[in-house]
């Protein structure tokens, strides 16, 4: 069971399309929308696949959310100059999760969508970057293995969220 966290409750299951047409299943919260991604989920997301996601107008709520809901690790700010300024997205250190409230979910795939329109997207582009993301992710876990320092593998990892930002914002742009 994930827990909300900003507002301890159960989160529920969601399915949302990716970019390359498979569907992936995140957690959003009943009380306050926000939603969890597990590791690489919220760069896989397709901006219209927020339309699966449930959204109020909930701006009287404001949380600040403290622990994954899969460790309890305190989540961080993920800062990016990628990541436009008023977007607050947070990630877990351990597991790499990442959880971001709905407004800024819409407004952040908002922003990928106006650069994915400013020039055509190639489908074989998309086959390419599911490919590219596969072959990091495969290389991250064997790195992961052979490093012993625990410091060094949250610098590694978080710096392959950002490889994978950074992919992904080319392959819109
Ligand atoms: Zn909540
Ligand atoms: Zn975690």
């Known amino acids: 069971m994930k827990l909300c966290p900003c507002c301890n409750v159960e989160l ?25 991604f597990d590791k690489w ?16 107008d909930i701006q ?7 622990l994954c809901p899969n460790d309890q690790v305190p989540l961080k700010p ?13 990630y877990c250190p351990k597991c790499l ?3 971001v409230s709905i407004e800024d979910l819409l407004k952040y795939k908002e922003f990928q969508k106006k650069k994915m329109h400013t020039k055509e997207q190639k489908e074989e582009s998309s086959k390419e970057l599911e490919e590219k993301i596969e072959r990091l992710l495969s290389y991250q876990e064997t790195k992961n293995n052979e ?15 950002l490889v994978i930002l950074r992919i992904l914002s080319k392959f819109l742009k």
């Open 147 to 161: 490093m012993e320092n625990l410091e060094e593998k949250i610098a590694g990892a978080v710096s392959i969220i």
């Open 60 to 66: 009287s709520i404001s949380c600040s959310p403290t």
């Open 12 to 36: 529920i299951p969601k399915n949302v399309p990716t970019y390359y047409g498979r569907y992936l299943e995140v957690d959003q919260c009943p009380n306050c929308y926000g939603i969890w």
């Open 41 to 56: 989920e919220l760069v896989a997301l397709n901006p219209e696949g927020t339309r699966d996601l449930e959204y109020r």
């Open 97 to 99: 999760g990442t959880w």
């Open 78 to 90: 993920l800062k990016d100059p990628l990541i436009p300024k008023d977007i607050d997205i947070y």
